[in-house]
């Protein structure tokens, strides 16, 4: 997913943008927020535009080898992690 294609966010999507430029992206982010604000979208955006090999200013090229695995959810670096619910700690 390209930052483009996020609907919104635009302040954080310049944050997360300058955080990369700046060669400074902690080890985590949570994003966090109400249900359909976008923050799935956000965090694939920001992981394609960390590996894209021909990044512009404000986005991933989308056509690198990079980009097209992070499409298609296959790239190497690409982990899911989801909360387990209460049920299941016990």
């Known amino acids: 997913m ?4 996020v609907v919104g ?4 999507k310049e944050l997360l943008i300058q ?3 700046e060669h400074r992206v902690p080890h985590a982010l949570m ?3 109400p249900p359909g604000n976008g923050k799935l979208g956000l965090a694939l955006a ?4 960390l590996n894209c090999k021909n990044k512009t200013e ?3 090229c989308g ?3 990079s980009c097209l695995k992070y499409k298609k959810l296959i790239h190497p670096d690409l982990h899911f992690t989801f909360p387990a619910g209460d049920d299941l700690c016990r």
Not at 2 to 5: L, T
Not at 9 to 12: D, E, F, G, K, S
Request: glycine share 4%; proline share 4%.
């Open 19 to 21: 955080l990369a430029k």
């Open 31 to 33: 994003l966090i927020g």
């Open 2 to 5: 390209q930052f483009k294609e």
């Open 58 to 60: 404000i986005d991933s």
């Open 63 to 65: 056509v690198c080898s």
């Open 46 to 49: 920001f992981a394609q535009y």
């Open 9 to 12: 966010q635009r302040p954080t």
